[in-house]
């Protein structure tokens, strides 16, 4: 079967009544498929080449803006992105001199602690040095 | 190019006649009938990938172009409806006759474009392509009993103008 010459079934479906069998007759005459004007298809194609360059071009264009977007984002947001930069800055300056101040208080307190224990050390060892020289010369504390 | 141009070309050489009758049909216009097809294959082209099997093609090629061509009609306002129903009347005044020289065919086919767009459309896929109402249904997107329905009520209105304005061919039933 030739693919371009028109469809007709062989067995056309039955009429719809007797009442149009006449009108179903002429109108299957009426409505036989009719050709394109000449060179229809060449120019469909043609169209076809047509939009091509234009939607990949369009493609490029969709694709351009998602990229401006991320290069040119402090250029286009300066309003908003100035003040947050300048918000994070300070947060970030008042975060660091919190954790110095803590990293220094904790500092002099281990500082402290290792002084006071090394004043108790010697004040033992003074006590213990003075009983030993108590206890040399007869007297002794707390031991009934 | 989604499908390759050769194969393109086959498509449309294959249904090139189908798509322009279609439009042409429906529309009742050459020039508008000629765009219109073209739109239904650029479209084809595009989405071209999606389309399986020569049924599925010719499945939308038909609703497509139905589409199209109805959504051409709309643009340029020119809805035949308006006109329905005083035929619909039993007492309708009878136009003038004066297409004596033109063919039977032609005239019953200027008749065709008087018709509302959905009975015209459910005409022409039955008497133009020999699709079925459950075909038909399917590229319309409606129930089969509504195809049968407007393919009755269709043929009933042809009839009831084709027996005013070629009265020597058809004739009421009394």
Known sequence: MNPHEPFHNPNPPEPMTEDFAALEHELRNALRPVDPPPGFADRVLARVRQLEPQSTESGQRAAEPKRARILMFPKFRTRLWIPSAVAAMLLIGFAGEQARVQIDEHRKAVEAQKQFETALQVTDRALEHTRLQLQRAGISFGEE | ?174
Do not use: C
């Open chain 2, 1 to 174: 190019m989604a499908i390759p141009e050769p194969q393109f070309r086959n498509l449309i050489e294959t249904h090139q006649r189908m798509v322009f009758s279609l439009a042409l049909r429906i529309l009742g216009d050459y020039a508008t009938a000629e765009e219109v097809a073209q739109d239904v294959f650029l479209e084809l082209h595009r989405s071209g990938e999606r389309l399986e099997s020569e049924d599925h093609i010719r499945f939308w090629l038909r609703r497509t172009a139905k589409h199209r061509a109805i959504d051409a009609i709309r643009r340029k306002s020119n809805r035949p409806e308006a006109d329905a129903d005083e035929w619909m009347e039993q007492d309708y005044a009878a136009p003038p006759s004066n297409s004596l020289n033109v063919s039977t065919e032609a005239r019953l086919e200027s008749l065709l474009r008087t018709l509302p767009d959905g009975l015209r459309a459910a005409i022409i896929l039955r008497y133009q392509e020999d699709m079925l109402p459950d075909e038909i249904a399917a590229v319309l997107g409606q129930s089969q009993a509504s195809v049968k329905s407007q393919l009755h009520r269709g043929l009933t209105l042809l009839r009831r103008k084709a027996a005013v304005t070629m009265k020597e061919y058809f004739r009421e039933p009394a």
